[in-house]
């Protein structure tokens, strides 16, 4: 195959990316070649970018790692022995698909117990640009799916804009919710109003958790979250610190607390600020702090007076991306989904992107990698 396409590779922390060019791999037996249509900034990938999460594998500067992982695309070529996706539906070239961006070993003892999605080796495929098969993640023209990634067919009602994020943001946290069993007559704080949490407003209103509060510090966020379906809001700016918040939670839940938390901010903070609005018996989601080495001092007896649990998780079971996209094709009109990706930019402005989405001019960022 003579076809060439562009990767942008990350070079180093606020660097700017690398546009580098290379053949489009063939697909070899059960796999997948994936033409993309739009990739969208995450904020892990954002955190990737600031040097606060570190992917570097060890490797010193200067170097060329490709990131980027909420996308959507067409096939563009079926490798021996794929005939459909993995609900059983026919998979045919030009066919719209979101995937999984991670694929389990299948050997450790988490993938064999099923505990986790998140294996250690999970991102193994994750390799620099310059190797082969080259597109091996979402900055780039091409995705290479490897045999026993999941990957679904896109309902024709849904549009890239949404499909996008369904792999990372909305299926995340429609896992958080299942995992934590939050359902009617719970009563959920969801830390953070950024992609994530915004998708959890709507995946819980779904669910009928019967109180929604959402915390953040951007007055945008706030009327968004609202809009999505939060019963009410807490603005950092309003309650500046963690007794406020703590309080204000406990007051909006009639002094109980909350049953269920989920931190994605992704500061160390916001763990102990999130065990204290916890009512007897509640559960911490804890999805939001990906950054390594990171500490902070917590009082342990809370959890054990208060019978308190906290769930780490990352990743999420390719049911949970099946689900997404079910409730994309039946459910996206009743929450403004089209008003998370704020703007777009050609993959060959990356840099801008990166550099809006840091500053807080833009939501959320989608690149479209043939604009």
Known sequence: MSDTGLVAAFTGVRKPFALLEFPVPEAEPGAVVVRLTMANVCGSDLHIWRGTYDVSRGHSEPFCLSIGHEMTGVVHELG?????????????????????YFVGCGECRSCRRETTPRCPEGLKYRFPPDQYPHFTAAYGQYYYLRPGQAVFKVPDNV???????????????????????AGPGDRLVIQGAGGLGLNAVAVARERGVSQVIVIDGVESRLELALAFGADQVIDLNEFPTTGDRVRRVLELTEGDGADLVMELVGKAEAVPEAIGMLAHGGTLLEIGNINQGQT?????????????????????RPQSLQAALQMLSESATRYPFDRVLSHSYPLTEVDQAFADQDTGAVQRAALLPWG
């Not at 794929?82 to 030009?94: E, F």
Request: proline share 5%; glycine share 14%.
């Open 296 to 316: 902070v001092t917590l009082d342990p007896s809370q959890l054990v007076h208060g019978g308190k649990t906290i769930l780490g998780m990352m990743w999420y």
């Open 80 to 100: 021996e022995g794929v005939a459909s996706d993995s609900a059983g539906d026919q998979l045919s070239v030009g066919d719209r698909v979101v995937f999984q």
């Open 159 to 181: 549009p890239d804009e949404l499909a996008g994020p369904a792999n990372c943001a909305l299926a995340q946290v429609i896992d958080g919710l299942e995992r934590g069993n």
